[in-house]
């Protein structure tokens, strides 16, 4: 319990905002970050810093287990497609083929996500009660397959499930 009051203290504490003189993030952070800042930024930018370091959890506990693909990109974009394109609500990650833009406006939540993607994927953030999870859902749906796994903790308005093994 003391590890999940020390991140949340440590992540509210660092700046997250890079100047206006640096580079755009996306011309000095590579590919998997990205994906995962996307990941966050689009299904968590609305969350406190905790909600979206557990959302990039979630994918790096993806990211680990065998049953997943083994790269940010692949279990970000992982879905049913119909001629090369991402089929309406059937994607792991809603905002991957909710039909919206993907593409960040808001710059300091943009910045804040590339850096909690980028501390969670090298694996210098973790919180003990997610080291499992690898679900989750708004609290506005209801989906059928989280009854049949283990609730790992609510986090702002996104439950967080073990699938088990």
């Not at 998997?32 to 966050?40: K, L, P, Q, S």
């Not at 790992?152 to 088990?164: K, L, R, S, T």
Request: proline share 4%; net charge positive.
């Amino acid at each position: 319990m003391i590890k999940f009051f020390l991140v949340a203290l440590v992540m509210a504490l660092i700046p997250v905002r890079l100047s206006a003189s640096e580079p755009a993030s996306q011309e000095y952070l590579d590919k998997e970050t990205r994906c995962v800042a996307e990941a966050i930024y689009f299904e968590a930018r609305n969350q406190d810093t905790l909600g979206q370091i557990a959302v990039a959890i979630v994918i790096r506990n993806r990211m680990k287990d065998p049953r997943w693909p083994s790269s940010a990109c692949a279990v970000v974009k992982e879905g049913h497609y119909w001629k090369g394109n991402p089929v309406r609500h059937k994607c792991q990650f809603s905002y991957w083929c909710d039909g919206k833009h993907e593409k960040p406006l808001e710059q300091e939540a943009w910045h804040k996500a590339l850096y909690i993607a980028q501390e969670v994927i090298q694996d210098r953030i973790s919180v003990d009660f997610l080291d499992r999870a690898t679900h989750y859902h708004s609290l506005a749906v209801n989906p059928s397959w989280s009854k049949k796994y283990r609730l790992c903790a609510v986090i702002g308005d996104h439950i967080f499930y073990d699938h088990g093994s």
